[in-house]
Structure formats: C-alpha cells, structure tokens
C-alpha cells in the first residue's frame, strides 16, 4: 500500500494593497466585523479570504501556554499513560505557535489520507468531473481487518463508489479499502506533485516505514485553512469531510459536542514490540478563534494514548476560553 505526504508551507495572502491576510509570523491581523460572521455561520477557512475592510476589530492574541502544556505530556507519561508525546499548536487568527518534541519521528499511518485527499482535489480543479468517476470494490482484499478502530460503515463488495464518494469513506470512516481504491486510480506523480510544488521532502522511509514530524503534518490543516493550495472552494469542501470525522476519542473527547473539529487520527502497532501509537490532527473551531493542534503519542494501548490526547485537548479548550472571556 502506498504511503504519501504532503506539506505546505502557509503564502501570504494579498487581497488589497497593503492588506496581508495570514501569515506564518506571529503579528496581529485584523478582520471585520463581516469576516467575524462568516466564520460564526459556518465557513471553514480563514475568513480573511473576503478581503473586505471595514469597522477594523483586532482577534484575540493567544499568549502561549507552553509549561502547562508540558505538565500534562509528563504527568501522563509518569502514570504510564504514554512512553513519548510530540504535539503542535498554533492560534489560527494572529500566527503564533509552540511545539513540545515537535521534530520527533512517528508514523502517520490513517494520518496520510488526509493529503491524499488534497492531491484529489487538486486534480478536481482542473477536471470536476474526476469526481464523479467510479471505481469498483471486488471486496477480495479487505484491508479494513487490520485496522484497530474499524469503520462502522464499510464498503459492499462489487458495488462501485465515485471517487468522492470513496474520500468521504476514507476520511470519515478512514476506510482503508476506500484509500487503495483512489490510489490505484491515479498515477504516482499526483502523489509526488505537491511536493514538488511546495518544494517539500518527502518523509524519510526506514526500516519499511514512513515517517514524518507533527509539525510537518500540521501544514496540511494550515494550508486548508488558508487555502493557499487548493482553492477556497475545495479546501472548503476537504475540510467539510473532515468535519464527518466519526473517530470520538482523541480530540474531539476533550471539548464540548457543540465545536466543530475538522481532524483525522491515525494508529498503528508494532507486532515485535507492541508499541502503539495514536495520533489525532486538526481544527478546533473555537467562535472567533479557530486553533490548530495536532497529537502524536506513544505507548503500550490505544485506550491510554487517547486519554492522553483528550487531556491534552481539554488543556488548550479551556486554556483558550479563559484567556478570550
């Protein structure tokens, strides 16, 4: 099975002279009254996208909370909740981030569906019709039996699926039958065209596995927010498939059930050693103040590791609410 990534660095976006919508800096922006509405009725990326200017209201600067964070990762890992954790966050409206093991090593696994879908898109810009484009499930292979967390809805054997069709399956669901489906319907070179691109390296492959950084993995969620790699429609449209995310645990388990989490969590386990590792990556749509945290972590179970995402999550929640009230 193939594994892919995609990373991105976030552009400037230029609306009107001497107007820069987001940037990787940590400098205040500000937004509109009208640009504050749209993200509270429902869009998904940055509303600064509108480019309007009017009655100029500055966002709220998160001022980062890196010891507490820490205090979390060591007092679970101390219970043996988890061997190793690496997460990254950032404030989505002024810039600013921190990392705690940010530049350690882990396997995505489910993680990389995310730009799969991305470089599906992307195709989609040029040719929507793409989309519509059916592909067959023989069910001979189900790749979903290796999975640990199984998809409650799985595909029917020889029935077809449109290829937007099988990327809701593969994120919501993260389907593993639905994710060889669309690789094996488009060429490498879409896989290796992102990079390319964005002038990024690839992951490096050891011993049989891919592996890549949180933080690295963060810019495919600030790209989609930004919508500096697909258009504002499909980075929409990718993060809406997010939001079907039907994974509980993790982040979503450590914020109330009215925020919306645009995210995709990933597993795996090492058969030899029985390590586990769990990640979950996304983001938070606080009203006014959408933040981005992803979660990597290992350790012996599953159950565990998301108790330590979640803790982790209800952390930065209530951190960011007290400092917005």
Sequence with gaps: MKYWICAAFCFCIGCLVGFFAYSLSSEKQSPTTQTKAIRQTGALTNPLLECEIGDQESFKEIKLFREKLQAVVDKHIAFGKATYVSLYFRD????????????EEFSPS????????????KLAEKDASILDTKALYNGTDNKDLAQNVQPSIQLLPNQSYTYQELIERMIAYSDN???VLLSKGIQDDVFLRPYEDLGITPPLLKNGEYYLRVKDYATFFRVLFNASYLSREYSEKALGVLLKSEYQQGLVAGIPADIRVAHKFGERIWSDTNEHQLHDCGIVYYPNQPYLLCVMTRGKDFTSLGEVIAAISTLVYKEVQSQIK
Excluded: F, R
Aim: aromatic share 8%; hydrophobic share 50%.
């Design 92 to 103: 989505l409206n002024n810039g600013p981030w921190m990392g705690i093991n940010e530049k």
């Design 110 to 121: 489910s993680l990389l569906k995310v730009p799969l879908m991305m470089a599906m898109y």
């Design 177 to 179: 039958n639905a994710t």
